[in-house]
């Protein structure tokens, strides 16, 4: 039993492609983001099943898909470089962590939905959903970057122009706006891969909260992501925001499993004896 790495998506999703094809939504994180990840890992058990899955993306942050705690509590980053954070599952999270033997501190605590039945939000909120276009870019990558700060990322010197730009270019970024033409809120869904997508980056301006704007956004975005051919809608929620967790539910979303990320600090404790 070992873990193998790749640089090359190509040869990791033929290594891993039962699993990841099996365990689509758990595995979500890698699946989305695998094409930005430095290095790409699977876990192969004695008879070459692959139990395990994992992206690890600058500086040095794996992040778990479906994976054994046994194949967590093995993983070493290739060439021996101490992990920055970890995220995943939270028994292979915990595993990992105190494998390593060095001081850990968890960040956030996420919850992975998946939809169920989508049902619009009563009472539906004013005004109407549309695709984001490129006029919308420089107000919505001021957003993105008030969406990562509210999620405790460290946002300085960022721009996210790009981000967004890119789910603008796809058609993935949805906004809401009221009856007068104003945008107030806005919801993203990734590329669907193996069935799977998911939605992310649903924000709304301090000043538009409370108006059921991000639950329009949210079930809009949800909705053309089925109708694009995704069997399977999945988002993250922090666990640490009742609303968002209570708003998904009210839209059809039902909790699949838990999620931990946590920070390394320090180096590990020294053996004594």
């Not at 890992?41 to 479906?66: H, L, N, Y």
């Not at 850990?104 to 605590?109: E, I, L, P, Q, S």
């Not at 049902?119 to 919308?136: F, I, L, M, S, Y």
């Not at 209570?246 to 053996?271: K, M, N, S």
Request: proline letters at 8%; hydrophobic letters at 45%.
């Amino acid at each position: 039993m070992t873990w193998f790495f790749t640089e090359d998506a190509d040869a990791f999703r033929a290594a891993a492609a039962d699993l990841l094809a099996a365990e689509a939504a758990r595995n979500t994180a890698v699946l989305t983001l695998m094409d930005r990840a430095d290095r790409l890992g699977w876990w192969a058990e004695p008879d070459g099943r692959v139990t395990g899955v994992v992206a690890v993306f600058p500086p040095r942050e794996p992040s778990f898909g479906a994976v054994t705690v046994e194949a967590a509590r093995a993983l070493v980053l290739p060439e021996g470089e101490p992990p920055t954070a970890v995220r995943g599952e939270t028994a292979a999270v915990e595993a990992f962590a105190e494998a390593t033997g060095r001081p850990w501190t968890v960040t956030v605590r996420m919850r992975l939905f998946r939809l169920g039945e989508l049902t619009p939000p009563q009472p539906a909120p004013a005004g109407r959903a549309r695709v984001a276009v490129e006029a919308d870019i420089p107000f919505t990558a001021v957003w993105a970057r008030e969406f990562a700060r509210d999620i405790g990322e460290d946002v300085t010197g960022k721009d996210f122009t790009g981000h967004v730009t890119e789910r603008v270019t796809d058609g993935r970024l949805v906004l809401w706006e009221t009856p007068d033409g104003r945008p107030v809120s806005m919801a993203s869904v990734s590329r669907t891969i193996e069935d799977q997508a998911r939605v992310h980056l649903v924000y709304t301006p301090p000043a538009e909260r409370g108006r059921g704007y991000a639950a329009g956004a949210t079930e809009a975005v949800s909705r053309a992501a089925l109708d694009s051919g995704a069997t399977q809608v999945l988002l993250f929620t922090d666990l640490a925001n009742p609303t968002s967790n209570a708003l998904y539910q009210r839209l059809g979303y039902r909790p699949v499993t838990d999620h931990l990320t946590v920070e390394f600090r320090g180096e590990p404790a020294p053996v004594s004896g």
